[in-house]
């Protein structure tokens, strides 16, 4: 095969779209974020792109069928504005790679005149969060005032680290093209799957899109976290209680 | 050298040959499959598959002569079907190195007219197998039928990591290629060489392509394997009789 | 986008510039040395290279904003000569791409009529560095007499283990080439980012290049250094000062 | 740069030369020989192969002067045969990388007529060696009765890891190509630097080659890493007097 290859599935007529990225990352933040959106608006699939660069790899799916490891567009039609979004297993495995694939993404995007995008993830504090900030950062100082009158936080020079991947890329390499681009990073621990994050970006992102979407399933996985949580906190106390016992009786 | 070398050993008419791979992956239940079957129809050897990808290796026979690494392509017959079997020792060393690979093995596959294929390999169970399962995944839903009638299982979303390497391409790209292709996982520990499990998978193959093959080699190196787990098994237990002394004597 | 994009930003006369490279290294020596240069002589930035060897990153300034990855160029006016300064975050992340980055930062500075090039950099003693020696390798013998006169001291075979990156490519590609090129290596622990070494570097260049430049900022960096040396010097006396302690109570 | 650049040195006619492979493995055994060799027989420099697979890495001299990193041939002349010596610091950084080396290695020695190679190096045997064996591998069968003739060993199947790296390839490519090739392995403990063993391997040479070669300078270089093994045996039983006197006063 060659190192990318695209299946048109479909090219419906879209207006005005945005791109939406959601790859894995941070608390898979960007990806539940993005899958959310796929869930509740019943996005229709139109483009698969199969490259090199990812995992030599099928999933299985529910009836054992074998599928090529891709990322997806969905057109994703909403009362505010319609969507491009972009969801995926993987990133790519090199520098060059991240590059080839980020481009090619554009370049899909691009054609279906999209000229503004929303890279979304996660932003790692370290310890459990309980107000979810989202921070942002944009190609062109101009997006600035919209993002914050959404709830926003841009803070200098953070996150400190850069962003990384591919949602780094629709900035930098979408800028270069001049795409309006934006990043909007859910503030998350860092250790664990976290649908209250992504909620948090969901939110913004309603407010600068003027469209409206419940939450219940996203609801329904937070407090499965929870749950997981709550075990891993237990297991943390149990032993040191047990070591407690074990000295007393020692 | 090229990127990739084709050296065309033989090219024997076959009857709607099967492709059947088998290279070295968990439990080395494909490869153990792939080279049983080799040695007991006295497999042809066909081609030979040079690639940069490959490790720079030699590998040196009983008479002291190297040779380049490769993977091989040998036509068996049988009463039941004609087969083009694909073994060797190594993967490839990165991502876009599989997709390559797995283009040009089914390439060679295509040209000897090969319209369906099995990928076998193991799939880590964690402990030690007692019933041997043979998992499967089909690249089109219309495969499973005959499958299932052969004692193959699928399972919702298993193998949870998905199939990698080789057999996982072999699906992904040959189903994209048209090629009707399954994979037949046996289940094995992932500790070790599982000459039980190649021989579930390979029931399950005698099924459905009609041969009958006999399995006294593999039960000699079975039985090999059940000395070597004894005396891991033993080693476990010495040390902690040991430890049980000791903390008496102490 | 391609595997290498330079943006020509500017493209001053200068007159006989000198080629001074400042990448991250050891103790950020010839990158803070690079930059102190860029501060005081208000450098003009020229050109950036992106290149897809460098990680898929943005960075995010102090206003939001975010900025691909990328080497700078700019140029730099003093008294004594011009200069053409390469900075940047990152070196290649592979073999194969530190060559090809190399020439490309070659093919710019010979673009502005470079026939002389210092790579800047640190070499590591592993212990506090109290006097700071500037090591020196060539391209070319003849040029290291100037280097002695200015202080710069020539060891047989060091460092050790040669010079990698850029700054060692600088010498070996430049030199292939017919650029004078040299290297000044400043000794610094390796331990931690070390102005005063970048400080003696500098003091070499300014002694060849026939400039003058204040080091106030760096000596505040210098001294904001001190402070975080005094306390990782405080927490190692600390705990071993309260074990002396438990072993008296004990 | 390109990929692989060559200088041509020198162009000196030899007289049916022999390809002698001597690049940095186990024990440094091949490096070692070779260098002897050219040492010795006052090799003349004949060509430079720089790579992009190669560290991107400049080796300082004892005048302070960098040369870039590169792979040498030498033309060495003696009584018994001609010779071209490849040596050099490193081997390639990837798997295609070592079969594009290779293959150029080749094409230069098959430049100057060679028509038959021996490629050296050690055989790790994990514990320190008394008797130093050389063990063998070839690329045609044919080769073997020469070399049992100078004492070489052949053992069916090792070693078992098979021959890596350029030495392997030399087999391997070479003979592809129609290359007389062998390996010549000497053992060797694995942990250090091994003079003796390289001794071993050019002494079956010498036989092979019937040149004569003095052996002073590496049984001096043998001496310093007895020297080395000695302290380390030191080191090893100190401690361990330590415990059972710490023990004895417990």
Same mark, same amino acid.
């Given at each position: 095969?060659? =190192?990318?290859?695209? =299946?048109?599935v479909a090219t419906p007529e879209l207006d005005d779209p945005v791109l939406? *990225?959601?790859?894995p990352g941070v608390g898979h933040v960007g990806k539940l974020a993005a899958e959310h959106l796929l869930e509740e608006f019943d996005g229709e699939l139109v483009r698969r792109v199969y490259a090199?660069?990812?995992p030599p790899q099928v999933n299985v799916d529910d009836e054992g069928v074998a599928e090529l490891t891709c990322a997806e567009f969905h057109a994703v039609r909403t009362d505010g504005a319609d969507m491009l979004v972009l969801?995926? &297993? @993987? /990133?790519?495995?090199?520098?060059?790679? @991240?590059y080839k694939l980020t481009s090619t993404f554009l370049d899909v995007a691009e054609s279906f005149g999209v000229e503004r995008a929303f890279a979304l993830g996660g932003v790692p504090t370290g310890e459990l969060v309980e107000e979810y900030t989202v921070l942002g950062a944009v190609s062109d100082a101009e997006g600035k005032a919209d993002l914050s009158d959404a709830g926003v936080e841009f803070r200098p020079d953070e996150p400190a680290g850069g962003i990384v991947g591919v949602s780094g890329l629709v900035l930098g390499l979408g800028g270069r093209r001049g795409l309006e681009a934006a990043c909007l990073m859910g503030e998350t +621990?860092?250790?664990?799957?976290?649908? !209250?994050s992504a909620r948090a970006v969901l939110e913004?992102?309603?407010?600068?899109?003027?469209?409206?979407?419940?939450?219940? +399933?996203?609801? &329904?996985r937070a407090e499965e976290m929870e749950e997981v949580?709550? !075990?891993? /906190?237990?297991? /943390? *106390?149990?032993? +040191?209680?047990? &070591? &407690?016992e074990l000295r007393y009786i020692g």
């Open positions: 095969m060659n =190192d990318i290859e695209i =299946d048109e939406i *990225e959601g790859l090199t660069e990812f969801t995926g &297993d @993987h /990133q790519a495995g090199t520098n060059a790679g @991240h +621990s860092g250790y664990l799957v976290d649908p !209250k913004v992102l309603e407010t600068l899109l003027a469209f409206e979407v419940g939450y219940e +399933s996203l609801e &329904d949580i709550g !075990k891993i /906190q237990e297991m /943390q *106390e149990g032993p +040191s209680a047990a &070591d &407690d």
